[in-house]
């Protein structure tokens, strides 16, 4: 006689595999994936010329760079770095014709 198959121990071995699949899904799905904290990430020029795109040479003379200075080393934080570069953000042509809009209408009710 063939060996029965207990139903309640296979339902249990599916869910033991797939629930971390689900589990997965159901947080990629919510967005709460575990997101690296940036803030802790710390460039010495080569790494900070790479994240930006630049050349050594440039990172070492943009005076505008957020630099820590330890000795005769430069040091960048990947934050500021990411909050230096939105900074610089140039508002879009339909930003530039609201902004003109506001201002004509506001001159005009005078």
Same mark, same amino acid.
């Given at each position: !006689?063939?060996? $029965?198959?207990?139903? *309640?121990?296979?339902? @249990?071995?599916?869910?033991?595999?797939? +629930?971390? !699949?689900?589990?997965?899904?159901? /947080?990629?799905?919510?967005? +709460?994936?575990?997101?690296?904290d940036?803030? @802790?990430?710390?460039? @010495?020029?080569? #790494?900070?010329?790479?994240?930006? #795109?630049?050349? =050594?040479?440039?990172? &070492?003379?943009?005076?505008? $760079?957020?630099? !820590? =200075?330890? #000795?005769?080393k430069? &040091? &960048?934080? =990947?934050?500021?770095?990411? +909050?230096?570069?939105?900074? #610089?953000?140039?508002?879009?042509?339909?930003?530039? *014709?609201?902004?003109? *809009?506001?201002?004509?209408? =506001?001159s005009? /009710?005078?």
């Amino acid at each position: !006689m063939p060996d $029965l198959i207990n139903v *309640d121990a296979l339902a @249990d071995a599916i869910f033991s595999k797939l +629930q971390p !699949m689900i589990h997965a899904e159901f /947080r990629a799905a919510n967005n +709460q994936l575990p997101v690296k904290d940036e803030t @802790d990430e710390i460039f @010495d020029v080569a #790494g900070a010329a790479h994240f930006l #795109g630049l050349a =050594k040479s440039s990172v &070492y003379c943009n005076s505008g $760079l957020p630099v !820590m =200075k330890r #000795g005769k080393k430069n &040091y &960048y934080s =990947k934050k500021d770095l990411i +909050q230096w570069l939105r900074s #610089g953000k140039r508002k879009t042509v339909a930003e530039v *014709d609201s902004e003109v *809009d506001e201002t004509i209408k =506001k001159s005009v /009710r005078k």
